[in-house]
């Protein structure tokens, strides 16, 4: 009888064993599974296109910076949002640079009382057209076309410009 009771509670034991295997086989294979598709996703993300950043209150990329008459000659005006600053020139002309360094992408800030653009990481400095000042930067900083319509200035922010150096057909005159 203590054979019986011995052989019937080893028979219930591997049962139990043959299922708690056979759930954390599922488990695994459920995670596994898991795991393989986040990969493909992350790595279809990374290697699709690139979807455009523009809103609809920004027409199509353009941001709309102001009137004319608001940017002083000789003035450098900050852009947040569309990652840009508007440089009036003192012959009034128009450029928009890029806020990123060209050297190794900081952000670069206006420093009104030296000038120049100057760069946090690596000392790169520019001046107010963006040409190269001082190294390790080799261009000048990259621009968005400008463009003024009624006395409006608007600022393309769908594409960069990527130059070497200031000339003179880069500035939007009015």
């Known amino acids: ?3 019986w009771c011995g052989y019937g509670i080893g028979v219930a034991m ?5 299922r708690r295997r056979s759930f954390m086989s599922r488990i695994a294979a459920l995670l596994g599974g898991l795991a393989i598709f986040e990969a493909g996703w992350i790595s279809a993300t990374f290697l699709g296109p690139r979807r455009s950043r523009v809103s609809l209150e920004e027409g199509l990329g353009f941001q709309v910076a102001g009137p004319v008459e608001r940017f002083e000659p000789g003035s450098v005006t900050a852009f947040r949002d569309g990652h840009f600053y508007l440089v ?7 450029l928009a640079l890029h806020r990123k360094c060209t050297h190794l992408g900081c952000t ?7 000038q120049r653009f100057t760069c946090p990481c690596h000392a790169s400095a520019f001046d107010i057209r963006g040409d190269v000042l001082s190294a390790p930067a080799a261009r000048a900083l990259e621009l968005f076309a400008v463009r003024i319509d009624n006395g409006i200035v608007k600022v393309d922010t769908n594409k ?6 200031f000339e003179s057909h880069q500035v939007t005159r009015v």
């Open 108 to 114: 670069v800030p206006w420093i009104a009382d030296e």
């Open 14 to 18: 591997a049962d139990i064993d043959k």
């Open 1 to 3: 009888m203590v054979s």
């Open 160 to 165: 960069l410009l990527r130059r070497a150096s």
């Open 88 to 94: 009036r020139l003192d012959d009034g002309g128009f």
